[in-house]
């Protein structure tokens, strides 16, 4: 069973930084594809970032020159720094995780980032 813990959200003023972190467990993570979606109240569920195990990176437009993800596969681990946060980024932060061959997806418990004015 693959479990995704996520831990570093918080709260933090406009134009602050934060980088959140997802560790993972189970074998083969190198070739998983690792995500970060967030849900901010009311909202659907969005694709904030994504990064394929082959390499490649894809980022929302609305976090493109301020968010960066990372992963580093001998931790098992993704990562989300988040600068020039804005308060519409405030949300409910998930890790995602989708395995091959089927690429089932799996879900980290989430973790609230709130940025104020």
């Known amino acids: 069973q693959v479990q995704l813990v996520e831990s570093g959200g918080g709260l933090v003023q406009a134009g602050g930084s934060l980088r959140l972190s997802c560790t993972a467990s189970g074998s083969i993570f190198a070739r998983w594809t690792m995500g970060w979606y967030r849900q901010a109240p009311g909202k659907q569920r969005e694709l904030v970032a994504a990064m394929p195990g082959g390499g490649g990176i894809n980022y929302a437009d609305s976090v493109k020159g301020r968010f960066t993800i990372s992963r580093d596969n001998t931790k098992n681990t993704v990562y989300l720094q988040m600068d020039s946060l804005k308060p519409e980024d405030t949300a409910v932060y998930y890790c995602?995780?989708?395995?091959?061959?089927?690429?089932?997806?799996?879900w980290g418990q989430g973790t609230q980032v709130t940025v104020s004015s």
């Open positions: 995602n995780a989708q395995i091959p061959p089927g690429y089932r997806s799996y």
